[in-house]
């Protein structure tokens, strides 16, 4: 199987002006960068969820560096 990128850049034409990051790997989630929403694609349990509380932060602020950096290249 192709190895996907971390993260994606996705959109959709139902939901104008709402962009969405998309992390691929575990914990799998898609960031809504406009309202910052996040819908966890994963299901956890007690423990997951302790380990999630110390990630999620960097693992958010990387999905929002990555959409920056994607479209600050578009903007050149």
């Known amino acids: 199987m192709e190895e996907l990128p971390k993260f994606l850049l996705a959109d959709n034409s139902s939901y104008n002006y709402h962009f969405y990051v998309i992390h691929t790997e575990y914990p799998r ?23 999630l509380e110390s990630e999620a932060e960097s693992l958010i602020k990387s999905a929002f560096d990555f959409y920056d950096s994607e479209i600050n290249s578009i903007d050149k």
Do not use: G, Q, R
């Open 29 to 51: 989630f898609i960031l809504n960068v406009i309202n910052d929403s996040l819908h966890w694609l994963e299901e956890f349990d007690k423990e997951d969820k302790n380990v």
